[in-house]
């Protein structure tokens, strides 16, 4: 059975640092991709990081140099570093599991707060 499972959120204030995990169970071998995405109050849903088969990796341009996407296989388990946050951070943060083009899967989420 897939199944996504984020934890890690909370309140953190300007320039903490925070780090999710997501716990993608039944996605085997590398013939998928995980990703973060992250939706803020009446805003689009976007692309955070992702990081697919063997290794490869992408940032969205708001979080390169602050935020490192990383993969533990063994543990099946999908890591966001994030350092340097500032309340614009704030979201709702999701984890994604895509099994080739067109089937995905997502986790419930876990909120990041980003206040002093």
């Known amino acids: 059975q897939v199944q996504l499972v984020e934890s890690g959120g909370g309140l953190v204030q300007p320039g903490g640092s925070l780090r999710l995990s997501c716990v993608a169970s039944g996605f085997t071998g590398y013939g998928y991709a995980l990703a973060w995405f992250r939706q803020a109050p009446g805003k689009q849903r976007e692309l955070v990081a992702s990081i697919v088969g063997g290794g490869i990796i992408n940032y969205a341009d708001s979080v390169k140099g602050r935020f490192t996407i990383s993969r533990e296989k063994v543990r099946n388990t999908v890591y966001l570093q994030m350092n340097s946050l500032t309340p614009e951070d704030t979201a709702m943060y999701y984890c994604?599991?895509?099994?080739?083009?067109?089937?995905?899967?997502w986790g419930q989420g876990t909120q990041v707060t980003v206040s002093s």
């Open positions: 994604k599991g895509q099994i080739g083009s067109s089937v995905t899967y």
